[in-house]
Every structure is written in C-alpha cells, then in structure tokens.
C-alpha cells in the first residue's frame, strides 16, 4: 500500500513537473516575437546613438548636430523613394564610379546589394520567384536566385531554402528547373511562413 502510494505520488509529482515545463517551453514560444523586436529596437537605438555621437564629436554642437541629423533622415529617405520607382540616384553613381572601382571591396559590396535587393518589396534584378522543392513526401519553399540553360537544353537553377525560424541562414540547392514547382507567393508572405513555422 505504502509502495503504491508512493508510485502515485511520483506520478503526480511528474506529471505537474512536465507541465510547467510544457508551460514554460510554451510561454518562451509565445514571447519570443516581443523579445526579437524589444533587440531589434535596442540595437537601432544603439547605433543611432553611436552615429550622433560620432557626428557631436566631430561638431562640438547639438545645432549643427541636429542639422546633420535631419539631412541624413532627408537623404535616406531620398534613396529609398529612387530605389522604389528604380530610378539613378546620387547612391547609384556613387556606386558605379567609386565603390565599383576600389578592388575586393567592390565586389562584395555588389554582391551584398543585391542580396539585400533580392528580398525587398520591388525584388532584384536577380529574384526569379517563390517555388517549392521536393522533400521527405512533401515539399520546401524556397527563392529561385539564378537560372542557367545548360548545353544539353536542360535548365539549372539556384534556389536559396531559408532556416525556421531563423531565416538569415540557410542553404543554397542547384536543381534543375522540371524538379521544382513555381509559387504565386510574395518573398514577405513567404518569409512570414517560415519564420512562423508554417502557421501562418
């Protein structure tokens, strides 16, 4: 009896245990969205007051500061309204003939561009769509980024296949083209579906 009872009680004790950590595991999941936005925030803060800081070191002053402040907002602004309606701006030229012209760094910077291009609202010269790649009886989506006819007529693809939840890392699959299926998805929805883990 003194047995039984003592098996029971650890049953219990079990049980109540694997619920708050089902519980606890849960409420890590739920708040996991505010704590990335409350980084994200903190970060922006930090490095908006890095830049005036750097800016009031050099001017000695909050007027001229502020002035400096205001038009890096303005000129911000300026590049992100020519890169919506794809038209030149100060930025390109800057890029055509001085940051294209300085070795390695150049290339880099191209490369990084037009990564961070790809997966904007206005897409990039390079985004080709959103399509979906065989897997275990079901399928993965990805971003279709480059296509290649190859000599014998078939056409080879490469499609970057983001992480959940994290979506900054993934892997790169050169497939051919007939083994994928093309989407009428948004990279902002598709993004959305997998950063929620499909629920979304």
Known sequence: MDEAKAGGGKNIVREFAGGMARDFFTGCVALMPLALFIILFFYLLTFFESVGSVIFGI???????????????LATIYIGRKLRRRERSLLSLLEQYVIAKIPVIGGWYKVLRDIIQTFTSGGGENYLGT??????????????????????????????????????????????????????LTPESAFTKIISLGVK
Not at 59 to 73: P, Y
Request: hydrophobic share 40%; proline share 7%.
């Open 131 to 184: 399509a979906k790649i065989p897997a275990a009886g079901g399928y993965i989506i990805g971003f279709v980024t480059h296509r290649e006819v190859q000599p014998d007529g078939g056409v080879l693809v490469s499609v970057f296949v983001p992480t959940s939840p994290n979506p900054t890392t993934g892997l790169v699959f050169f497939i051919s083209e007939e083994r994928i299926e093309y989407i009428d």
């Open 59 to 73: 001017t000695q002053s909050r007027e001229t500061t502020a002035g400096i402040s205001v038009f890096l907002v």
